[in-house]
């Protein structure tokens, strides 16, 4: 059962990830000059969203399954720190520019890109690090 649920929040983490790198570099790639409109700039604040509450949920389990969180060693604790950091940076980000922020359209997606590249570089060293 632990192995199915852990499973299947992994599939919506990592799907998710995807996503959050996939549609800056994107924009980047083909319109780096168009700001992120109102509804790309929610949707990405809810898959920041879904990304920091699916991370959690990998706590979630381990305290429902084994009644503790993983014991992590300081290069995975730190790792993890760097991946809720991006998460903080990037939705406030966006936040910021759902409410009227207006950086060069070219700083966002360059900036929501490399967010999702650190936190996704960070999960190789908390997969790996022992
Ligand atoms: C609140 C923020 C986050 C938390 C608490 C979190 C937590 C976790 C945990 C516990 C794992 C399982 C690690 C293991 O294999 O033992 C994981 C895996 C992963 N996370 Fe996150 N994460 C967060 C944010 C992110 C972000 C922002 C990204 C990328 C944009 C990301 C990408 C990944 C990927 C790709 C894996 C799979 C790694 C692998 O098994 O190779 N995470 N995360």
């Known amino acids: 059962m632990d192995a199915i649920v852990y ?3 992994q ?5 998710n990830a995807a996503f959050l790198l996939a549609i800056p570099a994107s924009w980047l790639w083909h ?3 168009d700001p992120p409109s109102s509804a790309t700039t929610a949707t990405l604040v809810a898959l920041w969203a879904v990304q920091g509450l ?4 990998f706590g979630g389990a381990s305290l429902a399954f084994y009644g503790a969180l993983p014991d992590l060693h300081p290069a995975r604790l730190a790792a993890l720190i760097v ?6 940076v990037a939705t406030g980000w966006c936040v910021a520019l759902l409410i009227g922020w207006k950086p060069a359209a070219r700083a966002s997606w360059l900036a929501l ?11 190789a060293v908390l997969r790996w690090a022992s």
Not at 11 to 15: A, D, E, K, S
């Open 11 to 15: 599939v919506v983490h990592n799907l």
């Open 31 to 33: 319109r780096p000059s």
């Open 113 to 123: 890109a490399a967010l999702a590249g650190v936190a996704l570089s960070a999960a």
């Open 83 to 88: 991946k809720m950091g991006c998460v903080v």
């Open 54 to 57: 699916t991370g959690a949920g």
């Open 7 to 9: 499973s299947l929040i």
